[in-house]
């Protein structure tokens, strides 16, 4: 399957992105899908899953209670709206696909990957 994600920018601190990632060749339906985020010197980390229904989801704490993380599986995308964006969001953000029923925590467990898509907050 390959992953394309879009949607990244520069935005201002509080404001709101909606990032997608369309997925084409094997049905996506097959697969939980993450967002995972890397900033400049840090480690790939889990954002936000979705399991293979879109009934599951999970959340960084860091992530909770601002981003929301659907699915389309008609469409074969997934979207994380985000909103209320502060400076450490920032980071190039990744979608990824893992042949399980539930999203993992670990960059490891997914096997496909997107490009990445940048996202800056300033203040």
């Known amino acids: 399957v390959q992953l394309q994600a879009s949607g990244g920018g520069l935005v201002q601190v509080g404001g709101s992105l909606r990032l997608s990632c369309a997925a084409s060749?094997?049905?996506?339906?097959?697969?939980?899908m993450g967002w995972f985020r890397q900033a400049p010197g840090k480690e790939r980390e889990l954002v936000a899953g979705i399991s293979r229904s879109g009934q599951d989801t999970a959340y960084a704490d860091s992530a909770k209670g601002r981003f929301t993380i659907s699915r389309d599986n008609g469409k074969n995308t997934v979207y994380l709206a985000m909103d209320n964006l502060s400076p450490e969001d920032t980071g190039v953000y990744y979608c990824?696909?893992?042949?399980?029923?539930?999203?993992?925590?670990?960059?490891?467990?997914?096997?496909?990957w997107g490009q990445g898509t940048q996202v800056t907050v300033t203040s």
């Open positions: 990824a696909a893992t042949p399980t029923f539930y999203p993992g925590v670990r960059a490891t467990q997914y096997d496909f």
């Open positions: 060749g094997r049905t996506a339906i097959v697969y939980a």
